[in-house]
């Protein structure tokens, strides 16, 4: 493919993903997918268990939901033989350049979708365009199969150059949403010195890119199963133990705990479920709920409080109360050196027609959200390395996970553009210092 050829592709790749959007641990077509396309440059992509820890994996839906979805995705076409060397499970990485040379940069880019039903409003340009989500309940409405094409257009136009001196790494990573995928593939950053996330849109416009967002806030997203027993409501409520009272108290317990005076954090219950009849005390209730904070300390505070608010709640109805951890990233924030060589690369470059190719680069952003591409940074910079989240922006027609989420596709091909000098500028240094 030559490089007019990349920039027509890029927003069909992203159309076909959008279409096929599926949720985290079940990107099988999407996986599939990507590998066959970067089989088709040439490339070697490892794909489920070969480059993701199955048993790392958090957040899992059940094993019934696993199979349905690749069934699914081969109904849809999947490439069999890849399907049957991912087995369970989903996820790709793919090296580019020379095989006896050193990793110099790893790249994420995230493949899942949300739990959510895309606008069918003939204003919506996904709708208007034919390529709506065909999955109900499934929507691409983060902008991550935006992500997912750009990986695929950097692999691209990588193969279209000259030779790398040392090689990239593209992780194309399974649910990011809800935090839980990057600690399934920590091991495929292990000794990289450098890291880079993207991120399209959140809030900043097209013709803008940020290269060193800071403020990713630790997350932890947990699920709470209280347990009491069922009764007559009228007859015998005394011996029952109600599991709804225990789960409502807890809500309003955990939105009452006190903010820290010194940082930003947050704490949501975002589903609540219990119960079946009205004359029945409930013996079941679900919380889902997340906490945030703007350090590791403050958020294993957070958490160690949130837990005791769920057991103390579930003590005082005497209900069990089991507590599991279903999504978990730390807190992080780009190296500001990277940050501002990633910026200057961005500056050099041209439009054909000799205008900077960006209206606006900026390196420190705050970012005020969480996402697992925090799990690497962290990971690299400890062991010496430096990592940076960019945030390349892209004019919305509606906010993050909303049902008419859209993004202006003018961002992708700057954005590209952008990121292949980044993988040539740092595959040609001589020491990665
Ligand atoms: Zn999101
Ligand atoms: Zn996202």
Redesign the pocket.
Known sequence: MDAQQIRAALPRWRHELHAHAEEGWTEFWTTARVAAILQGLGLSPRVGAEAIDRTARMGLPSAQRLAAARRRAQGEGADEALLHRMGDCTGAVVDIGPQAAPVALALRFDLDALPLTESHSPEHAPAAGGYASRHAGQCHA?GHDAHTALGLGLAALLRTGPELRRRVRLLFQPAE?GVRGAAAMLDQVRGIPRFLAVHIGLGLPTGTLATGAVGLMASTKFDAVFSGRAAHAAKAPQQGRDALKGAATALLGLHDLPRYGDGESRIHVGELRGGGARNVVADRAVLRGETRAITCEMADDLFARARDVLEGAAAMYGLGCRISVVGQAPAAASDADLAARLAMLARSLRTEHGKPLFAHVQERVDMGASDDAAVFMRAVQADGGRAAYAILGSSLKAG??APNFDLDEACLWPGLLWLEAVCRAIASDDTTA
């Open positions: 983060c949403e993050h996970h």
